[in-house]
C-alpha cells in the first residue's frame, strides 16, 4: 500500500470493533497513522486492536481504549456504528470531540428493510451528527459504499470514495481514503451525503439480487488520481 500523505495522524475509531471499523485501522495503520479503537468496553476493544495486530505482523501498533479515551487522544475521530444508537453515541462523544474532524460512516439503514432508503428528518446521518456535535466540529462523510471484505484484504478495491463535508476538512479525508488505498472523490457539501448514504441501501439491493457482497460505486469520465 502507497504511503500517500507526509502527515501522519492519530485516529480513534468509535464503534472500532465491528468489522468496518477493524478493516479501516487495519488499512490506516499500515500506512503509519496511529490507531485507537474505542469501544465501550476497554476488552472488546482490546481484543479487536489484537486482531487488527494480528493481521499486521506485529504487536502494539493499533491500541483498544474506551470510546472516550479513543475520542480524546484522537485527533481524527472516525464513528463507524449501527444507526440505531447514532444520535446517543454523537451526544456522548460530543464534549470529546470539539475542533475537531469527524468522519461519519454510518448508513441509516432501518432493518428489516434495509434495501430501503430511509434517511433522517436531518437529511442524512452526517447532517444529523453535525447538528448534535456542533460548528466547532468539522464532520465529513466517508466510506458509506466500502464493504468490509474489499479493506480487510491488500487487493486492489474497485470501488471509489465519496467524500462530502467543510473544504479543508474533505482535503485531509480525500487523503486519507488514499492512504486506506482507496481513491476518493469530493462530493461537495455535507448537504450531499445523502447521496452516498442511500446509495447503500441500493448496493445492498444489488448484493442480495446478485448473491455477492461487496458491490459498490466508481467514478467514470474523470481521470484517476
Known amino acids: 500500500m502507497t504511503d500517500t500523505t507526509a502527515e501522519k495522524y492519530t485516529i480513534g475509531i468509535i464503534g472500532g470493533t465491528g468489522k468496518e471499523g477493524k478493516g479501516l485501522a487495519y488499512r490506516w495503520a499500515k500506512a503509519g497513522h496511529t490507531i485507537i ?3 465501550r468496553q476497554a476488552e472488546k476493544a482490546e481484543a479487536a486492536a489484537a486482531g487488527v495486530n494480528q493481521l499486521l505482523g ?33 451526544e456522548f462523544l460530543k464534549p470529546f470531540v470539539q475542533g475537531k474532524i469527524f468522519i461519519d ?7 428489516p428493510k ?3 432508503v430511509q434517511l433522517p428528518p436531518e437529511g442524512s446521518a452526517a447532517q444529523q451528527a ?3 456535535l456542533g460548528e466547532s466540529v468539522q464532520v465529513v462523510s466517508a466510506f458509506q459504499n466500502i464493504s468490509y471484505d474489499h479493506l480487510i484484504h491488500d487487493d486492489e478495491v474497485a470501488c471509489d470514495v465519496l467524500v462530502c463535508g467543510p473544504k479543508e476538512a474533505r482535503e485531509i479525508v480525500i487523503k486519507l ?6 481513491v476518493g472523490w469530493s462530493g461537495g457539501v455535507i448537504e450531499n451525503s445523502v447521496v452516498a448514504e442511500g446509495l447503500t441501501s441500493v448496493l445492498i439491493g444489488l448484493n442480495k439480487q446478485f448473491g455477492v457482497q461487496n458491490a459498490g ?9
Open 177 to 182: 481514503v488514499a492512504d486506506a488505498g482507496l
Open 105 to 111: 460512516v454510518t448508513v441509516p439503514l432501518v432493518p
Open 130 to 132: 453535525q447538528a448534535i
Open 37 to 39: 479503537i474505542g469501544s
Open 217 to 225: 460505486i466508481r467514478i467514470t469520465g474523470l481521470p484517476r488520481p
Open 114 to 116: 434495509v434495501t430501503r
Open 58 to 90: 506485529k504487536a502494539d501498533v493499533v491500541t483498544g481504549v474506551e470510546n472516550e479515551k479513543a475520542a480524546v487522544r484522537a485527533d481524527i475521530v472516525v464513528l463507524t456504528v449501527p444507526f440505531g444508537v447514532h444520535v446517543d453515541m454523537c
